[in-house]
T-cell receptor
Framework: QQPVQSPQAVILREGEDAVINCSSSKALYSVHWYRQKHGEAPVFLMILLKGGEQKGHEKISASFNEKKQQSSLYLTASQLSYSGTYFCGTDPTGTASKLTFGTGTRLQVTL | NAGVMQNPRHLVRRRGQEARLRCSPMKGHSHVYWYRQLPEEGLKFMVYLQKENIIDESGMPKERFSAEFPKEGPSILRIQQVVRGDSAAYFC????????????FGPGTRLTVT
């Protein structure tokens, strides 16, 4: 089943924070986060493995709660360049041979 | 260091024709994945290949679609007798190895069937 992302869309002013959630009905081994700008390829952000770890990349970080089968992506002090659609890809097996992507969260950052 | 390359970037085919989409993975990567994306939708897994092997094709339609990744040369996604519903963006991704490694995406091929 496709993971559910929330919210579906969000509009921020530059400098504001946002949280994007990804929930799965299946037990997960890893969660992969990507950002895609309109008409472009998805760009890899980070992978989280089961174990409840939290990862960070500049002002973007994420957590993974394997018991709840959820991951959250945290965008801090958003910049205009953060605009795009964010997808989580879930992997229940550990092989990552078949990522199942959510429907996406469209983020728009304005001045 | 070249990334994942796909060609053509745009492809227009009439109904009934064949479409061939090519993907060259990042240097050193031997694992290739194909995804399809309809407008305003997420990415749908199609097939996972290693050199000369199809590992998982569970997302591929049973008819008209085939994929290969030969020992030499790019991976090819082939769609025979295209229909309007095949119009989509087709993305290829590659990874260093199987398992939970990051997948790097190419720029995609936008197929339009007229």
């Amino acid at each position: 089943q496709q993971p559910v992302q929330s919210p579906q869309a969000v509009i921020l002013r530059e400098g504001e924070d946002a949280v994007i959630n990804c929930s799965s009905s299946k037990a997960l081994y890893s969660v992969h986060w990507y950002r895609q700008k309109h008409g472009e390829a998805p760009v890899f952000l980070m992978i989280l493995l089961k174990g409840g770890e939290q990862k960070g990349h500049e002002k973007i970080s994420a957590s993974f709660n394997e018991k709840k089968q959820q991951s959250s992506l945290y965008l801090t002090a958003s910049q205009l360049s953060y605009s795009g659609t964010y997808f989580c890809g879930t992997d229940p097996t550990g092989t990552a041979s078949k990522l199942t992507f959510g429907t996406g969260t469209r983020l728009q950052v304005t001045l | 260091n070249a990334g994942v390359m796909q060609n053509p970037r745009h492809l227009v085919r009439r109904r009934g024709q064949e479409a061939r989409l090519r993907c060259s993975p990042m240097k050193g990567h031997s694992h290739v994945y194909w995804y399809r994306q309809l407008p305003e939708e997420g990415l749908k897994f199609m097939v996972y290949l290693q050199k000369e092997n199809i590992i998982d094709e569970s997302g591929m339609p049973k008819e008209r679609f085939s994929a290969e990744f030969p020992k030499e040369g790019p991976s090819i996604l082939r769609i025979q007798q295209v229909v309007r519903g095949d119009s989509a963006a087709y993305f290829c991704a590659s990874s260093l190895a199987g398992g939970p490694y990051e997948q790097y995406f190419g720029p995609g091929t936008r197929l339009t069937v007229t």
